[in-house]
T-cell receptor, first 118, second 112 residues
């Protein structure tokens, strides 16, 4: 069975500090997709990134960066120079490759709450 | 750009009542999903659909039913509401089988 573990339940930082969110996943398949979503206090879910299991290049988007290491089954997310607006719950998710014909069923981690203090 | 629209946003039910959560998307996505999010937890898949007329169970389908008569709509029916169904419900859709999910704003349901 697939599993996504976000061991950090809550992280508190002061503005401008960097923060790294860990995500470890379990899957038997060699082809899968990994996702990160942001859930701000307003409650909606905002898509941040999708990564194919064959693409191990790190990615940077503004203050956000992602480190994908297939060897350790990890897909960590770093916010550089955090801002108060980054305060949210962040979810890592894994697609279920056994159901390629059945849509993109995602398995979510439990989420990490990030609190950025001014 | 409406995207995925869910109604109602909030609802309080008494134990044993039934209701339908509505979900509509205007992006012509074939794939649609219902997830629930319990307090402090991640999302769990209730039901999903790969197209009009085709639905299937997810991880936590008990106590729920769905239908998909059109590409746009994917309502979730709660029969005989129980306190364990108190949760925030999210509807989502995707275009590609491996693509990102677009989520609605969520429907907060409380069963008392």
């Amino acid at each position: 069975a697939q599993k996504v573990t976000q061991a950090q339940t809550e992280i508190s930082v002061v503005e401008k500090e960097d923060v790294t969110l860990d995500c470890v996943y379990e899957t038997r398949d060699t082809t899968y997709y990994l996702f990160w979503y942001k859930q701000p206090p307003s409650g909606e879910l905002v898509f941040l990134i999708r990564r194919n299991s064959f693409d191990e290049q790190n990615e940077i988007s503004g203050r956000y960066s992602w480190n994908f290491q297939k060897s350790t089954s990890s897909f960590n997310f770093t916010i550089t120079a955090s801002q108060v607006v980054d305060s949210a719950v962040y979810f890592c998710a894994l697609s279920d490759p056994r159901f390629k014909a059945a849509g993109n069923k995602l398995t979510f981690g439990g989420g990490t709450r990030v609190l950025v203090k001014p | 750009n409406a995207g995925v629209t869910q109604t109602p946003k909030f609802r309080i039910l008494k134990i044993g009542q039934s209701m339908t959560l509505q979900c509509a998307q205007d992006m012509n996505h074939n794939y649609m999903y219902w997830y629930r999010q319990d307090p402090g937890m991640g999302l769990k898949l209730i039901y999903y659909s790969v197209g009009a007329g085709i639905t299937d169970k997810g991880e936590v389908p008990n106590g729920y039913n769905v239908s998909r008569s059109t590409t746009e709509d994917f309502p979730l029916r709660l029969e005989l509401a129980a306190p364990s169904q108190t949760s925030v419900y999210f509807c989502a859709s995707s275009y590609l089988v491996s693509g990102e999910l677009f989520f609605g704003e969520g429907s907060r349901l409380t069963v008392l």
